[in-house]
C-alpha cells in the first residue's frame, strides 16, 4: 500500500475578517506517492536523458513536499537553491573577516608599541559603527539595474569590512599572553625574524581559537543576510536566498492562509544549530581552557 497524501486547495471561501482565501486538504482526491517513479524528463549527470525520479506521486501529477510560493513555485527546490547563496554568503564573509582579523590581531599584538595602540583605535573606530544602519545605507548606494551578481559582490564586501574587527580584538589577546611565552623569547634571542615567529610559533597556537570562532560566526553571518533579504538589501532576483523567500510573510494575513511559505525559516534554524553544535564541539575537543 503506497502512502498518500492530500493536496492542499482553495476552499472557495475567504476569511470574514481578512477576506483572504482559505486553503484546506483535498479529501476527494488523494495523491498516492512511490519511489523510483516516471515525471518530467531531465539528465543525469548533465548528459544521460531520464524520467525517474527518487520520489513522487505515482500517477505523473506535479507533487510538491513543502507547498509552493504565490506563484506556483516549489518551496523545497527554491529552499535547496537558495541555500547554496545563502551558505556561499556566510563561507566567503567568514573567509574574509578571519583571514584579516587573524592578520590584523596577531601583528598588532606581537609588536606592540605604535603600531599596536594606532591599530587598536581604528578597530574601536570599526566596532563603534552601528552595523545595522550602516549596512542598510551602503546597500542603497548600489542602483535597482545594477546585476545581481555585482550587489551580492558589494553585500558581502560590506559585511566582511564590518566583521573583521571582533576577531582581531580576541586573536590580538590571545597574542599579548602568547609573545611572552619562554619558547617566544628563545625564537627572538636566536635572532629568529617576526613573520618566522608569527608564521610557526604564534599562529598555530591561536587556530584554535579561531576555528571555533569561524563556526560560530557563520551562523551569525546566515542570519544576518536572511534579515538584510527579509528587507530586500541582500539578494536581488533571479537570485534567490532564504531571506528573498521570507520576503512573502510579510503580511499576518498571508501566513494565516498559506503557513508553508514559513518553511525558510525552517532551514535557517537547522543551518545554525548545526554551525553552533559543530562550534560547541570544535571547543570542547581542541580549547585545552
Same mark, same amino acid.
Given at each position: 500500500m503506497f502512502p498518500y497524501v492530500y493536496p492542499i486547495v482553495e476552499t472557495g471561501e475567504f476569511d470574514p475578517i481578512t477576506f483572504q482565501p482559505l486553503t484546506g486538504p483535498d479529501l476527494a482526491n488523494p495523491t498516492q506517492l512511490g519511489f523510483f517513479v516516471k515525471g518530467f524528463r531531465y539528465h543525469a549527470l548533465w548528459f544521460i536523458p531520464s524520467n525517474i525520479h %527518487? %520520489?513522487?506521486? $505515482?500517477? /505523473?501529477? !506535479? %507533487?510538491?513536499? #513543502?507547498? =509552493?510560493d504565490k506563484f506556483g513555485r516549489d518551496i523545497l527546490s527554491r529552499g535547496i537553491i537558495g541555500s547554496r547563496i545563502s551558505l556561499m554568503i556566510a563561507l566567503i564573509v567568514v573567509t574574509l573577516t578571519t583571514t584579516v582579523g587573524t592578520m590584523v590581531g596577531i601583528t598588532s599584538g606581537y609588536l606592540g608599541g605604535r603600531i599596536d595602540a594606532w591599530t587598536q583605535r581604528f578597530v574601536e573606530l570599526v566596532l563603534a559603527f552601528p552595523h545595522l544602519p550602516l549596512y542598510l545605507a551602503l546597500t542603497t548606494l548600489i542602483p535597482v539595474t545594477a546585476p545581481s551578481n555585482v550587489f551580492l559582490a558589494f553585500v558581502i564586501g560590506v559585511m566582511a569590512v564590518l566583521g573583521w574587527a571582533q576577531l582581531s580584538r580576541e586573536v590580538r589577546s590571545k597574542t599579548l599572553s602568547l609573545a611572552r611565552i619562554e619558547y617566544v623569547r628563545a625564537a627572538i634571542a636566536v635572532g629568529s625574524s617576526d613573520l618566522r615567529i608569527i608564521t610557526r610559533h604564534i599562529l598555530p597556537n591561536v587556530l584554535s581559537h579561531v576555528i571555533v570562532a569561524v563556526t560560530l560566526a557563520v551562523p551569525s553571518v $546566515? #542570519? #544576518?543576510e536572511s534579515f538584510l533579504g527579509f528587507l530586500g538589501f541582500a539578494v536581488k532576483p533571479p537570485l534567490i536566498s532564504w531571506?528573498?523567500?521570507?520576503?512573502? =510573510?510579510? =503580511?499576518?494575513? $498571508? +501566513? /494565516?492562509?498559506? !503557513?508553508? +511559505?514559513l518553511t525558510p525559516v525552517v532551514f535557517v534554524l +537547522? =543551518? $545554525? %544549530?548545526a554551525f553552533n553544535a559543530l562550534g560547541d564541539g570544535l571547543r570542547d575537543a581542541i580549547d585545552p581552557y
Open positions: %527518487f %520520489f513522487g506521486a $505515482v500517477d /505523473g501529477r !506535479p %507533487f510538491h513536499l #513543502l507547498g =509552493t $546566515v #542570519l #544576518l531571506g528573498l523567500m521570507l520576503q512573502d =510573510t510579510g =503580511t499576518f494575513s $498571508v +501566513i /494565516g492562509s498559506y !503557513p508553508w +511559505i +537547522i =543551518t $545554525v %544549530f
